[in-house]
């Protein structure tokens, strides 16, 4: 049974997050930042891994994936971003 793992990327250059769900955590990191990528995160790249969490199912994932892009979510990640930035 896969495990699925709700993720938090991040771009130092362009200072932006992107908040997401898979069940392949590094496949996913190496799509977000392939070449070929036609998504939203292509223009932002390079992105990394600065938070994640790992769930037992796909809905338990989706609901973290959802509260984590609410203000509130958003307030819990701004923790995770390097001091530097």
């Known amino acids: 049974m896969p495990?699925?793992?709700?993720?938090v990327l991040y771009s130092e250059?362009?200072?932006k997050?992107?908040?997401?769900?898979?069940s392949d955590i590094q496949n996913r990191l190496?799509?977000?930042?392939h070449p070929g990528n036609k998504g939203w995160t292509k223009k932002f790249q390079p992105w990394k891994i600065?938070?994640?969490e790992t769930y037992e199912n796909k809905f338990e994932a989706m609901i973290r994936e959802k509260q984590l892009k609410s203000a509130k979510g958003r307030e819990f990640i701004k923790t995770?971003?390097?001091k530097n930035e």
């Open 80 to 82: 995770f971003i390097p």
């Open 3 to 7: 495990m699925f793992n709700v993720y």
């Open 30 to 33: 190496i799509a977000h930042n």
């Open 13 to 15: 250059s362009y200072k």
């Open 17 to 22: 997050i992107y908040i997401g769900y898979t």
């Open 50 to 52: 600065i938070y994640q």
